[in-house]
């Protein structure tokens, strides 16, 4: 078997692979495997792959299950000693990287590079990791086993197509809003545990926003009508996640028409900055309230998630319905109905006719902030329904305040 240059690439990098992972473990003093030790399990598995394909897939097996044993051994005689940590972290660990290196001469250097990665990183975090299970309780515990029932068990087998006269109530999309709302509540509370007040709220606004600012608003206003002291942290979270939103923008319309970037991005930019700004000032304001957070237990009340998919399938029907009759003719009411629920759609929509020359670019940036002020809108009303009466009243000033900045842009921006 002639060795290629690639083929002297793979090696070289399952030792390098190696040697990172048997640094950390070294470090921790694990007497199982050290630096040396990771580095050959990391070569051996790239050159048992390497023979396989000239001899066949059983000698990856074989070197397998040899590391396999070897690495159990070496517990066992440290056991003996009475030197050994009973823990088999270490021994998965090599295992892990032996499958690292035989990914390599496969062509899948990415997989194994970010595989190692995270071998590394899940190694070296440890006590944080630790001290994090530490914090969560019954209550948290079972909390993330209601998502995984309703995300991975509920939602996989619900249609993913369209019912109803405009084919638009599609169960798998509506649930998912469902599943997301929950998704961003749970993570928002793991994230106040793990994090701290102050961070956990700002990334759970950046988050929020970059997953469904929409979700992120539900989720956080039902937590504020049982506990209202959390009313400012509620604020904060629901304009970062709001500003958040016109990134995600800026990025849909770079990908759909980046020749339109540098026209429709400055008025969009402009209102970004004008709701970061409100963002940041209601962080500075409200940042003796950060310290309130939610209860321990965490949120895991569905009724309101469940009644709001519902209220979502009933706007993208009455969306529909407005496209429908109105068509073209209509396309600031279409914009204004789009956007109630999701600014994907009418983002991209308005993208993709101004690369078809079907809408001017000075038409095109104002439906889409047309869409932003009319999820804004929806957003306000879903708070006065689920939240309590002080968020109501911070939101509406927060949000009328951007309003009035998106009306600016929209009557004299040139």
Known sequence: MNLAPSDLTNLALAIGLGLVVGLQRQWAEKEVAGARTFALITLLGALS??????????????????????????????????????????EVAGIAMFV??????????????????????????????????????????????????????ILPLLPDRGFGPYEVINPHRIWLMVVLIVGISLAAHLAHLALGDKVGTVLAGVFGGLISSTATTVGYARQTREQPRISGVAAVVIVIASAVVIGRVLFEIAVVAPELLVSTAPPLLALGLIMGLIAYGAFRLMSHELAERPDRKPPSNLRAAIVFGLLYGAVLFA???????????????????SGLTDMDAITLSTAQLMKDGRVSVDIGWRL??????????????????LGSRRLTGRIAVLFGLTVVGAALLFVFWP
């Open 49 to 90: 792959s390497m023979l396989a394909q000239e001899f066949g897939g059983w000698i990856v097996a074989v070197a397998l299950i040899a590391v396999t044993a070897a690495l159990m051994m070496g517990n066992v005689v440290q056991l003996r000693a009475d030197e050994a940590n009973p823990g088999m972290t270490t």
């Open 100 to 153: 690292v290196g035989a990914l390599l001469p496969l062509g899948q250097r990415s997989v194994a590079v970010v595989a190692a990665g995270i071998v590394a990183l899940l190694l070296q975090w440890k006590r944080p990791l630790h001290a994090f299970v530490r914090k969560l309780s019954e209550a948290d515990i079972q909390a993330a086993m209601r998502l995984v029932l309703i995300g991975l068990v």
């Open 319 to 337: 969306v529909a319905a407005a496209k429908e009759r109105f068509g073209d003719a209509g396309l600031y009411a279409v914009a204004a109905l």
């Open 368 to 385: 889409i902030m047309i869409g932003a002020v009319s999820n804004l809108t929806f957003k306000a009303a879903a708070v006065a329904l």
